[in-house]
């Protein structure tokens, strides 16, 4: 069964670092990663994701990277902003299957 | 604005009501999932339907009905709750079997039972 583990789980940083939040992953037969954004109460945002053959995908400021081999995925957050506050969650498929398994999310805060 | 629509956007329901949680999408997809959250957890999910059939039911109590009358809409009906089932519902949709093919989620029931 697929565990996912997402460090930290919380972070506060202030505005215009550069951030990296991390995932890992127990079954690397993965059929393909993503992450999403959520903000306080409402549904999950796609972010970015990554299919089993690829190794990063970028959009904006944001830049994801898949190890297959490590099981690890980073999420890279260039010149953080207020407005990037949220939480943020890694899923993976693997398995042959294209249900995800959630990790437990890191909540960040970007503080003017 | 979200491609998932869900409706209503928050429910209060006693424990003897009979209520609907109802899902949206004109993407064309034909996976249609349904997730329970609770505060400051990650999504757990609830049933998978592909191609308007059931797939997957993650041993949800009978108290959970879904639906899938066509290829667009999902539904959960709801009967006989206890407090604890207390959550966001959230409806996701994606292309079943495609790699490439991200869930895509509505912004949630926020369900109070009392």
């Known amino acids: 069964k697929q565990e996912v583990t997402q460090i930290p789980a919380a972070l506060s940083v202030p505005e215009g670092e550069n951030l990296v939040l991390n995932c890992s992953f127990t079954?690397?037969?993965?059929?393909?990663l993503q992450w999403f954004r959520q903000d306080p109460g409402k549904g999950l945002t796609s972010l970015l994701l990554?299919?089993?053959?690829?190794r990063e995908q970028t959009s904006g400021r944001l830049n994801a990277s898949l190890d297959k081999s490590s099981g690890r995925s980073t999420l890279y957050i260039a010149a953080s902003q207020p407005g990037d506050s949220a939480t943020y969650l890694c899923a993976v498929a693997s398995g042959g299957s294209y249900i995800p398994t959630f990790g437990r999310g890191t909540s960040l805060i970007v503080h003017p | 604005d979200t491609e998932v629509t869900q409706t209503p956007k928050h429910l209060v329901m006693g424990m003897t009501n009979k209520k609907s949680l109802k899902c949206e999408q004109h993407?064309?997809?034909?996976?249609m999932y349904w997730y329970k959250q609770k505060a400051k957890k990650p999504p757990e999910l609830m049933f998978v339907?592909?191609?308007?059939?059931?797939?997957i039911n993650e041993s949800v109590p009978s108290r959970f009905s879904p639906e899938c009358p066509n290829s667009s809409l999902l539904n959960l009906h709801l009967h006989a709750l206890q407090p604890e089932d207390s959550a966001l519902y959230l409806c996701?949709?994606?292309?079943?079997?495609?790699?490439?093919?991200?869930?895509?989620f509505g912004n949630g029931t926020r369900l109070t039972v009392t």
């Open positions: 990554i299919q089993s053959s690829q």
């Open positions: 079954d690397s037969a993965i059929y393909n």
């Open positions: 339907y592909s191609y308007e059939k059931l797939s």
């Open positions: 993407m064309g997809h034909r996976a």
């Open positions: 996701a949709s994606s292309h079943p079997g495609q790699r490439n093919s991200p869930l895509h």
